[in-house]
């Protein structure tokens, strides 16, 4: 998971509150989702629990991990948001780190998905949000793949 790993330079938290090595045997092979959401989107609190859904059911199978990346405007509304949520966490007070990632993966809506391959940190699926939405809701089809 060296490429995704790069990206984040440590800095990520499990649900302990602990930072996890993405360069680690355990993330090696995985598909790797950031999801860009906040507590005040009412999408995004909408789609959530869809994504969690989807999550609990075949991350084992697919070899899938979530990097949620909070957009929230304030720790609180952040941890009260996160605490439902199965996946790891970008930590929330790295707030420039976030900036970079949203630029980088042009986010410019959320909620929103990208997904990575975990090796290499390159792109697979950039709309995996309407994916999950509109296109394959049952994840029949995961890990989608964006048309180039």
Same mark, same amino acid.
């Given at each position: 998971m060296a490429g995704v790993a790069k990206l984040f330079d440590g800095h990520i938290l499990n649900k302990s %509150? &602990? !930072?996890? #090595?993405? $360069? /680690? *045997? &355990? $993330? =090696? /092979? &995985?598909?790797? /989702?950031l999801y860009f959401s906040a507590h005040w989107c009412p999408p995004c609190r909408a789609f959530t629990p869809l994504l969690n859904e989807l999550y609990n059911e075949y991350h084992k199978e697919k070899k899938f991990k979530i990097i949620?990346?909070?957009?929230? %405007? #304030?720790e609180k509304s952040f941890n009260s948001y996160y605490k439902d949520m199965p996946w790891l966490t970008l930590d929330f007070n790295e707030r420039k *780190? =976030? !900036? !970079?990632?949203l630029k980088k993966f042009h986010v %410019?809506?959320?909620p929103k998905l990208v997904l990575l391959d975990g090796d290499s940190g390159k792109i697979i699926c950039t709309n995996a949000t309407e994916q999950i939405l $509109?296109? #394959?809701?049952? /994840?029949?089809n995961f890990p989608w793949k964006s048309k180039k």
């Open positions: %509150n &602990k !930072e996890v #090595d993405l $360069y /680690g *045997k &355990k $993330y =090696k /092979g &995985k598909i790797i /989702g949620f990346i909070s957009c929230d %405007n #304030d *780190k =976030k !900036e !970079e990632l %410019n809506g959320i $509109y296109m #394959d809701p049952e /994840g029949k």
